[in-house]
């Protein structure tokens, strides 16, 4: 069974970083290249970063690039979503998702919340 | 960057009855275009991609069309696990990826 399980959000104050991790399973990670997704209170879904299988090739939005760093570790089915400079509308609900042209698995998100 | 538009943002149906959901791109998509469902406190669920193939498990009851511009999702028969918010996403001219804003399916 495909499984991709978030860890890593919590509260943390603005300016502050935070590490996501994903932890997948139940298929070959190496072979598929993988996003991180957010979702703020309330509100819709916005990509946030991908990274191809390899990790040679990363993009990131607008809103958090330079910021923010996807990376990934196949040896240990892992992804991964480096967070600094936190600002409080970084605050979400943050998901990986395996891309296969769209997004066919999801893992069931953790929170990050940014404030004093 | 392409601008997905779904619409209504609010739609009122009746357990049985049948939905239509709307979502427009800024421009040509060609078929690149998936659904998604989400129900709240649990992550989106693909539904549909390439603008008309359910995903695998997805019941038949869940349809999609269009292409270019203009996607339909259609719910026949709905069910009461079916009441839900459902997203639409390119996927043909990325980064960025890009989501509608949502339609928010519910109980008439």
Same mark, same amino acid.
């Given at each position: 069974?495909?499984?991709?399980?978030?860890?890593?959000?919590?509260?943390?104050? @603005? $300016?502050?970083? %935070?590490?996501?991790?994903?932890?997948? +399973?139940?298929?070959?990670?190496?072979? *598929?290249?993988?996003?991180? /997704?957010?979702?703020? @209170? $309330?509100?819709? %879904?916005?990509?946030?970063?991908?990274? +191809?299988?390899?990790?040679?090739?990363? *993009?990131?939005?607008?809103? /958090?690039?330079?910021?923010?760093?996807?990376?990934?570790?196949?040896?240990?089915?892992?992804?991964?979503?480096?967070?600094?400079?936190?600002?409080?509308?970084?605050?979400?609900?943050?998901?990986?998702?395996?891309?296969?042209?769209?997004?066919?698995?999801?893992?069931?998100?953790?929170?990050?919340?940014?404030?004093? | 960057?392409?601008?997905?538009?779904?619409?209504?943002?609010?739609?009122?149906?009746?357990?049985?009855?049948?939905?239509?959901?709307?979502?427009?791109?800024?421009?040509?998509?060609?078929?690149?275009?998936?659904?998604?469902?989400?129900?709240?406190?649990?992550?989106?669920?693909?539904?549909?991609?390439?603008?008309?193939?359910?995903?695998?498990?997805?019941?038949?009851?869940?349809?999609?069309?269009?292409?270019?511009?203009?996607?339909?999702?259609?719910?026949?028969?709905?069910?009461?696990?079916?009441?839900?918010?459902?997203?639409?996403?390119?996927?043909?001219?990325?980064?960025?990826?890009?989501?509608?804003?949502?339609?928010?399916?519910?109980?008439?």
């Amino acid at each position: 069974e495909v499984q991709l399980v978030e860890s890593g959000g919590g509260l943390v104050q @603005p $300016g502050g970083s %935070l590490r996501l991790s994903c932890a997948a +399973s139940g298929f070959t990670f190496i072979s *598929y290249e993988m996003n991180w /997704v957010r979702q703020a @209170p $309330g509100k819709g %879904l916005e990509w946030v970063s991908y990274i +191809s299988s390899s990790g040679s090739t990363i *993009y990131h939005a607008d809103s /958090v690039k330079g910021r923010f760093t996807i990376s990934r570790d196949n040896g240990k089915n892992s992804l991964y979503l480096q967070m600094n400079s936190l600002r409080a509308e970084d605050t979400a609900v943050y998901y990986c998702a395996r891309r296969w042209n769209w997004f066919d698995r999801w893992g069931q998100g953790t929170l990050v919340t940014v404030s004093s | 960057e392409i601008v997905m538009t779904q619409s209504p943002a609010i739609l009122s149906v009746s357990p049985g009855e049948s939905a239509t959901l709307s979502c427009r791109a800024s421009q040509s998509v060609s078929s690149d275009l998936a659904w998604y469902q989400q129900k709240p406190g649990q992550a989106p669920r693909l539904l549909i991609y390439g603008a008309s193939t359910r995903a695998t498990g997805i019941p038949a009851r869940f349809s999609g069309s269009g292409s270019g511009t203009e996607f339909t999702l259609t719910i026949t028969s709905l069910q009461s696990e079916d009441f839900a918010v459902y997203y639409c996403q390119q996927y043909n001219d990325w980064p960025p990826y890009t989501f509608g804003q949502g339609t928010k399916l519910e109980i008439k």
